[in-house]
Structure formats: C-alpha cells, structure tokens
C-alpha cells in the first residue's frame, strides 16, 4: 500500500519561504511523477507542480517564478519551496502522486494523496 | 490555462436521490477529465478517471460520463456517506486545473 507522508513548517511570516517534504512509503518512487497541490481554506484546489525522480519538473505557470520542487531518490522523498510567501498562500497543501491510467497514453490523475500540512502566513 | 466549471456549486439532496453534477472545460479536453471527492477536514479522494473509469472500491452507484468540453458525474442512489464536496479536475494538459467544486448536502 502507497503511503504518503508530509511535513514542515506550519507558520511563517510575510517574505519567509515555505519549505515542506513528502515522503513515499511501498510502491515504486521512480516510475511516477509527484505533485504539490493547494487548497486555500474554505476554496478549491491549485495545482502546483511535479517532478519525477529524474528530477524532471513541471510548474504552474502562475507560481513559477516563486516555486522550486526537488526530488531525493535515495530516500524516496520528494520537497517543495515556496519563496516570498504572503498571505495569499495560506493554504492546506497536499502531496500527491500522478498515476497513469492507460500508461503511456496521459490519462493522468492523483491516485494517492497526503494527509495536508496546513501553512499559515502571518506577521 | 483550461477553466474548469461546475455546476452546480452547491445543492440539497436525500438520501436515496439521484444526483447529477456537471462539470463543462473552457476546451475540448477529451476524456482528460478526473473526479474526486473530498469530505471535510480530509484529502481528496480518487473517484473516477479518464471521464468514465471508476477507481477500484467505488462504490458502483458513482458513474461518470462525457467527453470533449461537457462531463457529468452521477450518483444514482445517495447514500449518508456520499455528502461531500466534488471536484472535476482536467489533465489534458499543465497547469492541471480543477473546477470550483460542488459542496453536495443533506436536505
């Protein structure tokens, strides 16, 4: 059974950078990519981005400039960060592996998600 | 950016009911199209994939059916646990976008 594990600092200020870490538990970690995504409270979910264990990435054009995921392979883990954050990024945040349903034909979707790590941004 | 739009937002129902919730995409998006229910406090739940495959341990009253830019998810029978909110979710191509939900409650 997939297990998905996070953690990481749950409040910061104004300018600070988020920083948090996923970590996979049973499965295969190499043949997936891994997602970040956010739900602000009481609204809808925002894709973030992914990475694969090659360090390959994909980045929500609006978060680009700002967000940076990397993998370690040798622990199956895989992080997130943020920089500048304000209070807009107050966000229960949620890692996620994609799944291929047809492989090889896109059919992309999350199969397995963390349980969230609620960040606050406040001065 | 492909918009997502569900409809509706939210809605009132019985157990027992028939419920449809429709998700439309700014795009065709093939069968690109995901839902997954989330019941609060918790994470997103894996319902149906590539419009119409429904994940395994679904209950088989979830159905989903669509293609192209207008998708519906259908639960045929609403039982207690099915009060929850509902996301569609495009994955034809990044950023991955997901609609605004639609939060299904008792009436």
């Known amino acids: 059974q997939v297990q998905l594990q996070q953690w990481g600092a749950g409040l910061l200020k104004p300018s600070e950078t988020l920083s948090l870490t996923c970590a996979v538990y049973?499965?295969?970690?190499?043949?997936?990519?891994w997602s970040w995504i956010r739900q602000p409270p009481g609204r809808g979910l925002e894709w973030i981005g992914e990475?694969?264990?090659?360090?390959?990435?994909n980045y929500n054009p609006s978060l680009k400039s700002r967000v940076t995921i990397s993998v370690d392979t040798s622990k199956n883990q895989f992080s997130l960060k943020l920089s500048s954050v304000t209070a807009s990024d107050t966000a229960v945040y949620y890692c996620?592996?994609?799944?291929?349903?047809?492989?090889?034909?896109?059919?992309?979707?999350?199969?397995?998600w963390g349980h969230g790590t609620l960040v606050t941004v406040s001065s | 950016d492909i918009q997502m739009t569900q409809s509706p937002s939210s809605l009132s129902a019985s157990v027992g009911d028939r419920v449809t919730i429709t998700c439309r995409a700014s795009?065709?998006?093939?069968?690109?199209l995901n839902w997954y229910q989330q019941k609060k406090g918790k994470a997103p739940k894996s319902l149906i994939s590539?419009?119409?495959n429904v994940q395994s341990g679904v209950p088989s009253r979830f159905s989903g059916s669509g293609s192209g830019t207008e998708f519906t998810l259908t639960i045929s029978s609403l039982q207690p646990e099915d009060f929850a909110t509902y996301y569609c979710q495009q994955s034809y191509n990044t950023p991955y976008t997901f609609g605004q939900g639609t939060k299904l409650e008792i009436k």
């Open positions: 996620a592996r994609v799944f291929d349903l047809y492989s090889g034909y896109d059919y992309f979707y999350f199969d397995y």
């Open positions: 795009q065709s998006i093939s069968s690109y």
């Open positions: 049973g499965g295969s970690f190499s043949n997936y990519y």
């Open positions: 990475i694969n264990h090659s360090g390959s990435t």
């Open positions: 590539a419009a119409s």
